[in-house]
């Protein structure tokens, strides 16, 4: 009797009766309260349409506030794995639940960008991840990448130049089956090939953009997912309507759980579903991520362009925009992709706005969204060398630390050589323009500012020029400038006066041999060195000018040999001065057309040949003094430079070794830069034992030149062994395959052949031994400071003064060059 009474027998018994009692009701009901309960819920649902629009809003824009853009370049060989490395590592941006919900999920944006010439692979980072996040996770992921971050802009113009206006064609690709269903994963080629190709062959004011946007989901999305997962499953409908429609029609289709138990089964449908449902599960226990991709072709046409050539213009965009599309259909299996219309595509791509999407597993998004893997990838700009992080132990900054640049890798710190391990010297490789100077000038200032001892070698000029508009004010009494391109009285730097001269002897003998070889022989040698020997032998200060008067003046040659008592040398004047004045001018004719191209320069006659020193090299490395040597080819040519160079170099190298007779504690560090190295290194010494001893007297030297081919065999192996030290800028092929020894196998020889611009390869020594490669970037110098180097000029003058008058009587002067006199 209850049931008969209740709602359930009142249906039983008058099904129709009953739907008509409770229509009824609802009338009543809905006439009583609607006019009230209307409006109310009215405006309850547009108020939180509105809300939750404004929320969106509001929260996109803190999306979009310091956004950056990083440029990604591919390294030469991207690993295939790369992609799902570094979107597993992105899965750290998920945020806790009760966050999501009320604060919201970041997302990022995979792009390629399209145009003319190059295809650029971007990743749009909004403001809210840690900066240097993505850009770790992305060099991790593929070993050489390089990243560049700038901040966000869009990936096509929204805005035309004037004159102009833009049209555009794109849209939208959506999974076309359940989200519970996998798109292709396993590829025998890179599944990106015909995307990037498809968009070849733009014109000159077309661009194109693929966009991939993502973000880390967990929770109700992905429960969401697993619930279509079932619908599959059992065949039912995913979507709504489809659902609502199967309540009230009956099922015509077999589900696969009846499959599986119908007799008779075709054996290869019941396959079918069983990798249908493996391939579900697979998918759906890996991390997801929320994707939507979209696509976008735009040009500019004239504002006055016909309706006919806008037809064709959005024709060829339309085709284009076919094309990328296509290109997805790589990724068909259990899905595949459906193309839905965008309506103004370039600002839905500019306002990288990401609602409802699709879920992809890792390797369905590592699939579409990754660093292409053909190593020929037209158009597609890859980065060169790869960054190396530096080592343990090597130093940053402190007074005594030399400073090289900052490290590429991981997080930018700076990097340097300390003073003590630049003892073991530093061998400085790279091409003009590729940074060498700018590094060189800037541990020049660091020597300078912490009262070290420079001498500086510069044939080319700009590295002095860089130095003199940056040195501390207060330095310019300690500093002695050769300026080969002043017309002001340089200082005097005569290479035969001195204690040693036996030895100072030596050394010049031994750099015009060296620089002179092609016409050099033992004759010329033999009357170089006798002549040398018989000046340094008179009692008044000898300079190199009085050599032309010793060979061709009977008188001074007889004045001087009777101040000499070495039988051996008085043997040779006895056999030249029998010689007939013919024979005589032609043994002398090879020596004196060298000497007159050296001393017919002012600038030599002057700073190396005029008198009586005024710079005393051993002052310069002892009391942190600062010989800058700026001797331009391009003002005294290429071998009266080299002369000049190598006599300060020699010069420095015998104040270094008569620091032998100071006690160790005594001796100030100091350093020799030498730029185009090649060129000075003339000396009798081997080069090997002088970068040995030259530690012993805290002498550090420096030594940069721009590739190998430029040094003598012994010069060669000697730099390579004993400048232990070694900075190299971008080399040659050939060059990098020999120097790839020594950074080896951090870095490679396409490393080394592929740094870029201020960018170095490093190998120093850490306390001794040789620690491992590792790259950088150098830093700018810091700005020039107006009027400083016409102070420091005039400061140096203090360092100048007339040659001693000699009691010698001088030759007739020789002609001013006329190069001078321009």
Known sequence: MTVLASPLGEYLRDPLGAVRHLLGELRDLALAWGPIAGPVLTVAVTAAVIARRRWRRRYHARLVADARLITVLAPPTADPTGGITVWSNLVGLLRPGWLRRFSGQPHLAFEFVFDRDAVQIRLWVPGLVPPGMVERAIEAAWPGAHTRTTPARPPIPTAAPTGRRIEAVGGELRLARSEALPIRTEHPADPIRALLGAPVGLGPHERACVQILARPVAGHRVTTARRAARRVHTGGSVHLAGRLLDMITPSTTPTPSTHTRTPGLDRQTSLEFAAQDRAVVDKLRANQFETRIRYAVATTVPQHTTSGEVHAVREVLRGRGHAIASAFAAYSEHNHYRRVRLRNPVTMLADRQLGKGDLLSIPELAAIAHLPIDEATPGLQRAGAKAVPPPPGIATTGELIKPLGLSDSGHARPVGLRVADARHHLHVLGATGSGKSELMARMILTDAQAGRGVVVID????????????????????????????????????????????????????????????????????????????????????????????????????????????????????????????????????????????????????????????????????????????????????????????????????????????????????????????????????????????????????????????????????????????????????????????????????????????????????????????????????????????????????????????????????????????
């Open 459 to 822: 044939p080319k000029g700009d590295l002095v020029s860089d130095i003199l508009m940056r040195l501390p004010e207060h330095v310019g009494p300690k500093v002695v400038l050769f300026d080969a391109d002043s017309r002001t009285r340089p200082p005097v730097l005569n290479p035969l006066d001195g204690v040693d001269k036996a030895r100072a002897v030596d050394n010049l003998v031994s750099i015009f041999s060296r620089i002179y070889a092609s016409s050099w022989g033992p004759r010329t040698d033999d009357i170089l060195r006798a002549g040398l020997l018989t000046l340094t032998a008179m009692p008044d200060t000898p300079t190199l000018i009085d050599l032309p008067k010793l060979l061709t003046v009977p008188a001074f040659r007889q004045r001087a040999c009777d101040q000499i008592h070495d039988d051996v040398l008085k043997g040779f004047w006895s056999w030249y001065d029998d010689l007939s004045d013919a024979s005589r001018a032609q043994v002398i004719a090879p020596l004196m057309n060298k000497l007159r191209g050296f001393l017919l320069r002012p600038f030599v006659r002057a700073a190396i040949a005029g008198g009586e020193s005024t710079v005393d090299i051993d002052d310069v490395l002892n009391t942190g003094g600062i010989c800058l040597v700026r001797i331009a080819r391009d003002a005294l040519g290429i071998e009266t430079a080299r002369l000049v160079g190598s006599i300060v170099v020699a010069r420095t190298w015998q104040a270094a070794t008569r620091r032998a007779r100071m006690p160790q504690r005594h001796r100030r560090d100091c350093a020799l830069y030498v730029d185009e190295c090649h060129n000075f290194l003339n000396l009798a010494y081997p080069l090997e034992d002088m970068l040995a001893e030259a530690r012993g007297y805290r002498l550090s030297m420096a030594l940069a030149h721009q590739y190998l081919g430029q040094l003598p065999k012994e010069l060669d192996e000697g730099i390579s062994t004993n400048a232990r030290s070694k900075i190299f800028f971008n080399a040659s092929p050939e060059d990098a395959k020999r120097l790839a020894r020594h950074t080896m196998p951090r870095l490679s020889d396409h490393d080394l052949s592929h740094l870029g611009v201020y960018h170095v390869a490093a190998r120093l020594v850490v306390g001794g031994e040789e620690a491992p490669a590792f790259t950088a970037v150098t830093e700018k110098l810091p700005p020039a400071i107006p009027g400083r180097a016409k102070a420091i000029r005039k400061a140096a003058r203090v360092n100048t003064r007339p040659p001693a008058t000699t009691t010698t009587s001088q030759p007739e002067q020789p002609p001013a060059d006329p190069r001078r006199s321009a």
